[in-house]
C-alpha cells in the first residue's frame, strides 16, 4: 500500500478527472483511461483521439510490467513506390494523408479497460465527453497552436481561439459517446472510420479499421544504478533510454549533476546507443544484442573527448501522464499525435485530428522499415518504469519530446536514482539533447552544426566541459522542446512524491489520498 494516489499530467483538468476516479474508487488504469481520454479533448496540438498509445503497467506482486502497444498500422493502400515516383526521398511531414496511420489510442484504451479496468467504460469516458460538449477554457499553448490550423477542413472548432475562451467540440463529444456505448467498433466502424476511409480513397479499408491495433507484448528491462528500467520493445525506440543507461552505468558517472563529466558521459552515452537506430529500430525488431552490447560501448567513451560513432545524428505532438493508485498499481501512460496536430489534416465528421506517425517510415527499397500496408512505423514513445531489486516499484517516468525522449528520461532518472534528487528537483532542473533536427524527428538522419543544444539555465561548467571535449554546443531556449516530463517516485515506507514538468506551464500534479 502507498499513501496516496497521484496523477501527473499537463493539464490541471486531466489531473483531476483521474484523481477524482482514483479517490471514487477506480485503480491506476482506470484513471490513466479517464485522464487520457480528456487529454484528447484538451490538448488536441499534443495528442487525440486520432493518434497513439503506449502504456506499461507495474502491478505488485508480479515480476514483470504488461507492455501495451497501441501503435497504429499503414493503411492497405500504403504505396512506398508510388511516392518515389512522385519524387519524395522521405515520408512527406504534413498535409498528406499517407503520413496517417490507423490510430491506436481508442483501441489502446479498450485494451488497459479489458485487462484491467475495474469501472465502467462510460464512466470512464463521461469527462472527456462532458469537457467536449460542455466547454472548457483554452490553455494559451493551445490558443497559439490552432493558428496554425487556419483554412483546414474539420478544424474549425480549433481556431480562432483567445487565452481563457471556452472550446467546445461537440463532434469530437459524439465520436466519444460511440465508443462509449458502442465499444471501439462504435469508433473504428462508426463515423470517425467511414470519414477516414472515405477522405483516404483507397488508402485506408474498413478491414483496416476492423483490425484491432493495440497489442500486449513483452517490454525490455536493463539493471542500471541499482534498478531494474524497465521500457517498450520495438517498434518504441525504449531501448534508446535502457542501452544508454546501461551504458552510463559503467561509467564513473559523477554524482553531481553540475559536472561537466555527469552532462559528458550522458551525451556519449546516448550517442553509443542510438547512432545506428535507422538501420536497427523497425516493427517486430530484435534489440536484445544491443543491450547485451552495453559494456562494448561503454569502452569507447573516454572522459577527454567526443568519441567518434560511425554517424552524426540527423519536439513533438506528444504528452506523457503517470500514474499511481493507492494499491500501488503503477502505469506508464504516453499518447500522441506525433508532430503538434499531426498531419493537420482532420476527419471532418468528427473533427478529430489524424497523427503524422507515418513519417517514421522510410522510402528506401527493402528497408525494413519501408512504409508498407499493415507495417507499424518506428517510433518515439518511450514509457518507463522502475523496480527495485525486490520487484517493488520506486519509478513511473517519462516525458515528450520526439526523438529526445530517451535523452530526457535517461537524465531524469540517472538525477534521481544516482544522483539522490528528489523528483521535483529532478524535473525541474535545465536538460541536455542531441540535435533533434528541425522536425524533432532528425536526431539520427542528419548532420548539423550544432551536437548538443543546452537549456537555458544550465551550468556553465556542461557548456565549457562539452566544447573542451570536441562538442558543438550551443544555447536553447527552456521550454516543451527539452520535454513535458513527469515523475512519480515511491519510496520503501511507501510514500508517494509525484512532479508536473513546469515547461507545460499548466503541468499539474493531483492526488487522492488512500482511504484503505
Not at 483538468?13 to 484513471?31: F, K, P
Not at 518515389?84 to 491506436?104: I, K
Not at 542500471?224 to 533510454?241: C, M
Request: proline share 6%; with cysteine.
Amino acid at each position: 500500500m502507498v499513501d496516496q494516489g497521484v496523477v501527473c499530467s499537463v493539464d490541471p483538468h486531466v489531473s483531476r478527472i483521474g484523481a477524482d476516479v482514483l479517490a471514487n474508487g477506480g485503480n491506476a488504469v482506470d484513471a490513466a483511461i479517464a485522464a487520457g481520454a480528456a487529454l484528447t479533448i484538451v490538448a488536441p496540438h499534443l495528442c487525440g483521439l486520432g493518434g497513439d498509445l503506449f502504456a506499461l503497467v507495474h502491478v505488485p506482486g508480479e515480476d514483470v510490467p504488461a507492455y501495451l502497444n497501441a501503435s497504429g498500422r499503414a493503411g492497405s493502400g500504403a504505396d512506398a513506390e508510388g511516392l518515389r515516383a512522385e519524387g519524395h526521398r522521405a515520408m512527406p511531414f504534413r498535409n498528406d494523408l499517407r503520413s496517417a496511420t490507423v490510430p491506436g489510442c481508442v483501441d489502446g484504451w479498450f485494451a488497459l479497460h479489458g485487462r484491467y479496468g475495474s469501472r465502467p467504460m462510460a464512466e470512464l469516458l463521461a469527462p472527456a465527453i462532458e469537457l467536449a460538449s460542455q466547454g472548457w477554457p483554452a490553455t494559451a499553448m493551445l490558443a497559439k497552436a490552432g493558428t496554425l490550423l487556419d483554412g483546414v477542413e474539420g478544424a474549425e472548432d480549433l481556431v480562432g481561439l483567445e487565452a481563457g475562451a471556452t472550446v467546445t467540440r461537440e463532434r469530437t463529444a459524439a465520436a466519444l459517446r460511440a465508443a462509449a456505448e458502442g465499444g471501439r467498433d462504435g469508433f473504428y466502424l462508426g463515423d470517425f472510420g467511414q470519414g477516414l476511409v472515405e477522405i483516404g480513397k483507397g488508402l485506408f479499408t474498413e478491414a483496416d479499421l476492423a483490425a484491432v491495433q493495440a497489442q500486449w507484448e513483452e517490454p525490455l528491462s536493463v539493471e542500471a544504478f541499482g534498478h531494474r528500467i524497465w521500457s517498450a520493445a520495438p517498434n518504441s525506440q525504449g531501448y534508446l533510454l535502457l542501452l544508454a543507461l546501461a551504458i552510463a552505468n559503467r561509467l564513473d558517472l559523477p554524482v553531481d549533476a553540475g559536472d561537466p563529466l555527469w552532462a559528458h558521459y550522458l551525451v556519449e552515452a546516448a550517442r553509443q546507443a542510438g547512432y545506428d537506430r535507422p538501420e536497427r529500430l523497425f516493427d517486430g525488431a530484435d534489440v536484445a544484442d544491443l543491450l547485451a552490447a552495453a559494456g562494448e560501448r561503454a569502452g569507447r567513451i573516454s572522459a577527454d573527448a567526443k568519441a567518434e560513432v560511425p554517424v552524426h545524428q540527423a519536439a513533438g505532438g506528444t504528452t506523457y501522464m503517470a500514474v499511481l493508485d493507492g494499491n500501488g498499481m503503477g502505469v506508464s501512460y504516453i499518447q500522441s499525435n506525433a508532430a503538434g496536430f499531426g498531419t493537420w489534416l482532420f476527419e471532418p465528421r468528427t473533427g478529430i485530428g489524424l497523427q503524422n506517425r507515418g513519417t517514421g517510415f522510410n522510402l528506401e527499397p527493402g528497408h525494413p522499415a519501408e512504409y508498407g500496408p499493415g507495417k507499424r512505423p518506428p517510433h518515439t514513445l518511450v514509457p518507463a518504469l522502475v523496480t527495485r531489486a525486490d520487484g517493488s516499484l520506486r519509478l513511473v517516468a517519462g516525458s515528450m519530446g520526439g526523438d529526445s525522449q530517451p535523452q530526457i528520461v535517461s537524465q531524469l532518472i540517472a538525477r534521481v536514482l544516482h544522483g539522490g534528487e528528489s523528483v521535483e528537483a529532478a524535473v525541474a532542473a535545465p536538460r541536455w539533447r542531441l540535435h533533434p533536427g528541425e522536425t524533432g524527428f532528425g536526431t539520427w538522419t542528419g548532420v548539423y552544426e550544432t551536437d548538443v543544444e543546452l537549456e537555458d539555465g544550465s551550468p556553465e561548467a556542461w557548456g565549457a566541459g562539452l566544447s573542451e571535449r570536441g562538442f558543438a554546443v550551443a544555447p536553447a531556449a527552456a521550454g516543451s522542446g527539452f520535454g513535458h516530463a513527469h515523475l512519480i517516485e515511491i519510496d520503501e515506507a511507501g510514500r508517494v512524491a509525484g512532479a508536473a514538468d513546469p515547461r507545460a506551464e499548466t503541468g499539474t500534479v493531483g492526488t487522492a489520498p488512500n482511504r484503505g
